[in-house]
């Protein structure tokens, strides 16, 4: 056997793996909701000036607080801006922010648990007492300081909330990896003298990579509830610009009034992120993987 | 008792360096102030002098570790330093707010378990029923619910149309704590709602896995009926179980507590931490932070305890 045989020899039971992981999730109905929910919200999100019937930031103090109807179909807010717009608008701004988060999340903890992981010893030792006492941390509350003296706005909220997240993927990296790392192939490619950084990268991350893929799925579920709690606190998104979690605050002033209007805002942020955590469900079943519980 | 009091003093010294850490961690959000520390030390357009005399104060022109000692240092003796925006002592903030965000989250605990457990029983009484399909469909909900949603719905049925309880506000439930307790019903109530759904699906794993296992076997044998095998024995087994999650559940509800005090304006840590926030209140961040990370250390280590307590195996 000869390195260059080694990636075949991995290769090939994964493709069969995965022609039955797409079996698998084409065949479950939660996978297929939330995945055509989530599409329908990436097609409103790119699309939003298109679909949307007015701007999103409009005042029309004629005509303020209007139930809904044939004109404005959820109505107005107390500026007499159009909800259904800012409903739309509000998409590309909560999933892009949810995703800026996750991908911190991942360029941070990944590379750190693939270390811990593939390091072993004295350095993983401390750095997972490390993580494990950071994830015990509450982390919302950390994630307002964080916001609060970094300077308030959406960026700096959920560079927060990446940052959070990151030893959640740190640790289930480490888990895998430490599992992969025993694997014959690994030890194989040791023995040939390959280079630690290209063990890690072309062998370790790809077969440590299924459970981080059901992980990111709950993880962007818990990051849009982050952004909307921020923004819902007037830490995130700022005004005018549209947010759900700042649409629910402004609604929350006039409830008495308008009851209805919390309703477009929080069905969006509870449907958007159930998709989400349907969708991670539907990868865990379909992946079979376990998670490490929190 | 030696198991338990060796354990006790075990973990006692784990927490030493996660408390330290804590502080460190907690301390180090100055490097993340947008410029000079100092400037933002002195409050809203300080004068030279004014920078130079706190920069003075606080080291801010010692080493990094220098300074963090004597951060340290004033913080175990309660000194959290100033407000940026009133002067207000930050520990006397902390102090009178406490109790109102303890008092919450507690309630919302207690509702938890009280609701949780008999639910998560019925749904293996009854597994596979409808009853067990709605409870599982609620616990996949319960991960997605904005609970600050949940809360305004809560208000908009409870409190506006019915009438059963006050719409916001909170009073000392030191003083009063009668009138407290009905303030705080409905914010606890949208706390407890996604902990009692996240409960009730892990008793129902936990109570299912002891049932089937071996020793249930026997005790069937021995002629038990399902009710003394389900109360007696099961709840006893999956005891640590049901500590640890509960666990878990009180660290979220400690975080969930500081939006949802926003919604019901009560006067408690999460609102205070919140409007710190917005004004770029840096130390009352801070004393806020650290208090709540404290606080879940703490709690950490008793339901590492009860799980010693109650299970001779953990060691």
Known sequence: MTVQELPSTVAEPAVAEKSR?????A???RARISAAYILLVLVLSVGAPLIAPYSPIEQNLANVL???DGIHILGTDDIGRDVFSRLIYAAPVSLSASLLAVVIAVVIGVPLGLLLGYAGGIVDEIGSRIIDTLMSFPGIVLAIGVTGVLGIGVINAMIAVGIIFSPILARLTRAQTMVVRKAAYVTAAEGFGVNPLRIVVRHILPNAVQPLIVQIAFLMAMALLAEASLSFLGLGVQPPFPSWG???????????????????AGLAILFTSLAFSQLGEALRRALDVTLIER | MTRISRLLGLRILQILPVVILATFVVFSFQQLLPGDPATVLA???????RIAQVREQFGLDKPFFQQYGAWLWRVVHGDFSKSLMNTAEVADLIVTRLPVTLMIAGLAMVMTVAIGIPLGLMAVVKEGSILDAALSALGSLGVALPTFWLSMILVTIFAMKLGFFPVSGM??????PLEALQYAMLPALSLAAAAIAELTQQVRSAMLEFLASQHVRTLRAKGMTEAQILWRHGLKNISVTIITVMGLIANRLLGTTVVI????????LGSLIAEAARSNDYTV???????MVVMVIVLNLLVDIACAILDPRVS
């Not at chain 1, 649409?247 to 209007?261: D, V």
């Not at chain 2, 005090?261 to 408690?268: H, N």
């Open chain 1, 21 to 25: 992981v797409w079996k698998r999730l």
């Open chain 1, 27 to 29: 065949a479950s109905w």
């Open chain 1, 66 to 68: 209007s139930p809904p």
């Open chain 1, 246 to 264: 700042g649409m629910l605050a402004k609604a929350y002033g006039y409830m008495e009034i308008a009851p209805e209007q919390t309703y477009p």
């Open chain 2, 43 to 49: 409050g809203e357009s300080p004068t030279p002098e």
């Open chain 2, 171 to 176: 009073v000392s439930p030191v003083n009063q």
């Open chain 2, 261 to 268: 005090e926003s919604v019901f304006a009560i006067p408690g």
């Open chain 2, 285 to 291: 961040i801070q004393g806020v932070v650290l208090v």
